[in-house]
């Protein structure tokens, strides 16, 4: 019996131990004309009903994309949720991404506005947004030139 107890208020304060966390992030802060900007809200450790900002001056491209994981590893417990948008300016200047919020059981949770810049683009110039695997850099193996040896044959006798 003081096993399971033992095993309960432990469980408990695993779930506990870990603050819930909601972020918003972009690919770039800064945008050419007619490409399109990645925005990510992630919620860290928590659950609750999420409320998109109002998007209205963009080009929706893409969205809502959600990805979520869980893991539990060595007695820690992690849950992450994502939902992302691919959006697209009308126009150059400056644009306001207002912030995202998030409802849970104990309170409301709100991201901070994003500001992002848009400049004209004349020369056409197509840009992806930036990804996490893109900024690690891998360096690339180098091959040797020279030519294989060339193997003999062994016969028996």
């Known amino acids: 019996m003081k096993t ?9 304060q695993l779930v506990h131990s ?8 972009v690919s770039n802060d800064t945008l050419l004309l007619g490409n399109y900007l990645e925005v990510k809200f992630e919620i860290k450790n928590g659950s609750g009903k999420f409320l998109p900002p109002d998007f209205s001056g963009w080009k ?5 994309n959600t990805a979520s994981s869980y893991s539990f590893m060595n007695g820690q417990v992690s849950q992450t949720s994502s939902y992302t ?3 697209e300016a009308p126009s ?20 901070p506005p994003v500001k992002i ?13 930036k990804t996490k695997q893109e900024e ?22």
């Open 60 to 64: 929706l491209v893409s969205g809502p």
């Open 85 to 87: 948008y691919y959006l």
């Open 136 to 157: 690690r850099i891998i360096p690339e193996e180098s091959v040797p030139s020279t030519e294989p040896k060339k193997k003999r044959k062994v016969t028996k006798l």
């Open 92 to 111: 150059d200047g400056e644009f306001i991404i207002e912030s995202g919020n998030l409802q849970t059981e104990e309170k409301n949770y709100k991201t």
């Open 117 to 129: 810049i848009v400049f004209q683009n004349p020369e056409g110039i197509r840009q992806r947004p």
């Open 18 to 25: 870990q603050e819930l966390q909601f972020n918003v992030s």
């Open 4 to 12: 399971i107890l033992f095993i309960l208020l432990s469980g408990i």
